[in-house]
């Protein structure tokens, strides 16, 4: 063969299939396929973002200094054990590139967020899935898939598309039952919108142990996630590692000037976990009394299954919203063909995605 080779593990990867962003016609389209927050951005973020248009030909600060004593100061934690990344996608990459190269298995749950497994082949190694159990990471299942070969496990929590979480006792299992060359790395992207007592982003288990790494994100709760902002609280030793082989600007200086003030809006992070609370039972409630099965959540987005439930494909199901103006996500690319993942929209988004899937249940029925 002549030309460029491409390394094979690359040549094995199923690309990356985003939520539907745009309409196929020029349609207003409802988007509820990437669990954006209905709600913006902060106002105060959006006016740090204009203010940062003045310094658009200088590169910004490499080290992310003041965004990291910012995020230091909100969630209490040390700045100098904090990475900031372009997306928390950025630092998921990185950390398989930090641990794991050819031969290496990199451990994750079936139906977990598709990031890990790209990235895992993206470095050569082998992704090794673990069964999941009622759709949801579970510890036994990941310990027995250890084999001496393993050298990191991703573990999304809450996990998306599925909305299902592991507890704390159950993470802190997880975490004594590695080996301890064994790297856990806890993708918590939705960690502010959950309010349950037994849910804990893992931040602790960082800070009693040297193998353990909590990535967040701007995306989400936060609205910023054209500007691409995540960060991770990790061990001293990989944060000397990570700085070593990250893009040396990677947090681009609008994105801190944003992610610094939206820290400081506490007011809007509340308003939207209010929002929530309110809208992602109401979902849940109003799918279930038109006969659909939605998997319980903890997350700003909903898991519906419906051949099962419906007799209508998701595939059908998807179509039909679409036609009408409102975008799901579609899930075969997690082996999750009969479910379509919505996230949690304004009130009207709700009504109108309860109203349509009610009208098209009912119009199958006759
Ligand atoms: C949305 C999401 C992220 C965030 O990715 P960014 O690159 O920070 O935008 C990370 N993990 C999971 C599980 C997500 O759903």
């Given at each position: ?82 990475v ?10 990185l950390l398989?590139t930090a641990f ?83 790297v ?29 790494i ?18 991770l609280?990790g061990p001293p030793e990989v944060i000397e590692a990570l700085n070593r082989i990250r ?120």
């Amino acid at each position: 063969m002549s030309g460029p080779r491409i390394q094979p593990s690359i040549l094995d990867i199923a690309p990356y299939v985003p939520g539907l962003s745009s309409a196929p016609s020029d349609k207003r389209l409802v988007k509820l396929s990437s669990n954006e927050t209905p709600l913006g951005t902060s106002p105060l973020a959006v006016e740090a973002y204009r203010g940062s248009s003045e310094f658009l030909h200088l590169y910004p600060d490499g080290s992310a200094k003041k965004l990291r004593a910012a995020i230091g100061d909100r969630y209490d934690l040390d700045p100098k054990r904090i990475v900031c990344g372009n997306g928390s996608d950025d630092l998921l990459y990185l950390l398989a590139t930090a641990f794991a190269g050819t031969g290496d298995e990199v451990l994750l749950t079936k139906h977990a967020f598709a990031m890990y497994e790209i990235a895992a082949r993206s470095v050569g190694a082998t992704p090794v899935i673990a069964p999941a159990r009622f759709l949801g990471s579970d510890v036994d299942s990941l310990l027995k898939h250890i084999t001496p070969n393993t050298r990191m496990c991703y573990l999304a929590n809450p996990n998306n598309p599925t909305g299902t979480f592991v507890p704390s006792g159950e993470v802190e299992r997880l975490r004594d039952g590695l080996p301890d060359h064994v790297v856990l790395v806890i993708d918590a992207a939705y960690a502010e919108y959950v309010r349950r007592e037994d849910y804990s982003d893992g931040i602790e288990l960082v800070d009693r142990h040297d193998n353990v790494i909590v990535t967040r994100t701007f995306s989400k709760i936060y609205g910023l996630a054209a500007l691409r902002l995540g960060w991770l609280y990790g061990p001293p030793e990989v944060i000397e590692a990570l700085n070593r082989i990250r893009c040396p600007f990677n947090a681009n200086g609008a994105a801190q000037a944003a992610g610094i003030a939206a820290l400081s809006d506490t007011a809007f992070v509340e308003a939207a976990v209010t929002h929530n609370e309110k809208w992602r039972p109401w979902l849940e409630m109003e799918l279930e009394a038109i006969g659909l099965v939605a998997h319980p959540s903890i997350g700003n987005f909903v898991l519906v299954e419906f051949e099962r439930s419906s007799g209508r494909s998701a595939k059908e199901v998807y179509e039909y919203l679409l036609r009408n103006g409102v975008v799901g996500r579609e899930l075969s690319g997690y082996n999750l063909e009969d479910y379509l993942r919505f996230t949690v929209g304004l009130e009207e988004d709700n009504r109108l995605l309860v109203g349509l899937l009610s009208e098209f249940l009912a119009s199958a029925n006759q």
